[in-house]
């Protein structure tokens, strides 16, 4: 199993980025995917998490200005961010859990068994 994500960069407040993430190696459509973010000192943190069916959910932190989706025949996932703050500076890892549906365990505590390598988002003030 891989994951490569892509489209991190740096941006201002209020601006938009969107994250890719193609995985190789497996049944994407059957796998549960999500993004999972850390900052510098700070503990990691579920982002958002997408089931099989394409029902997501979120972080509090990010409702209503992030959106995650797959593209199962392509075997990718994406988040778009948009109304970026900077307190949504961090690195961004994709991830990946062999289940049809990602559960809380997914969103609150990071339970994946597959991880990306992760890409910066910056976001300045």
């Given amino acids: 199993v891989q994951l ?12 938009s980025l969107r ?11 059957s796998y549960c995917m999500g993004w999972v973010r850390q900052a510098p000192g700070k503990e990691r943190e579920g982002v958002a998490t997408i089931n099989s069916d394409g ?8 409702k209503g200005r992030f959106t995650i989706s797959r593209d ?6 994406y988040l778009q961010m948009d109304n970026l703050l900077p307190e949504d500076t961090a690195m961004y890892y994709c991830a990946a859990r062999p289940l049809f549906r990602c559960g809380s365990g997914a969103l609150f505590r990071g339970e994946y068994n597959y991880w990306g390598q992760g890409t910066q988002v910056t976001v300045s003030s």
Wanted: with cysteine; hydrophobic share 30%; charged share 10%.
């Fill in 72 to 77: 199962n025949a392509k075997n990718t996932e």
């Fill in 55 to 62: 029902s997501a959910s979120y972080a509090d932190s990010v």
């Fill in 19 to 29: 994250l890719s993430c193609a995985a190789f190696g497996y049944t994407y459509s």
């Fill in 4 to 15: 490569v994500e892509s489209g991190g960069g740096s941006v201002q407040a209020g601006g």
